[in-house]
């Protein structure tokens, strides 16, 4: 059975950083996605950031680029996502997800889903 296990959430002062790990228990064949994503209370779910399983493609949400960077361990299963100078409007629940089923990462159509790690930025 796979799992994705997200860390790194807490609580910080507006400019501050925090990086998410996300451990997935399986190491995925093939070609394909593995991001993160948020939802904040009353707001729908957003695609942050993405990145392949083979080969160097990172993909951003407009809210994020240049602040957050998604990265990868594949020796040790893991995804990060350092986020730097973050906002208030960052808090949010951050969750990993992986293997894309659909054509658009954004989208939100991924096969294995965490539980999710909180992310709250206070001014």
């Known amino acids: 059975q796979v799992q994705l296990v997200e860390s790194g959430g807490g609580s910080v002062l507006a400019g501050g950083f925090l990086n998410l790990s996300c451990v997935h228990s399986v190491y995925f064949h093939g070609n394909t996605h593995i991001a993160w994503f948020r939802q904040a209370p009353g707001k729908e779910r957003e695609g942050v950031a993405a990145i392949r399983s083979v080969g160097e493609n990172t993909y951003y949400a407009d809210s994020v680029k240049g602040r957050f960077t998604i990265s990868r361990d594949i020796a040790n299963r893991v995804v990060y996502l350092q986020m730097n100078s973050l906002k208030p409007e960052d808090t949010a629940m951050y969750y990993c997800?992986?293997?894309?089923?659909?054509?658009?990462?954004?989208?939100?159509?991924?096969?294995?889903w965490g539980q999710g790690t909180q992310v709250t930025v206070s001014s």
């Open positions: 997800a992986a293997v894309l089923r659909g054509d658009i990462w954004y989208k939100g159509d991924f096969l294995y």
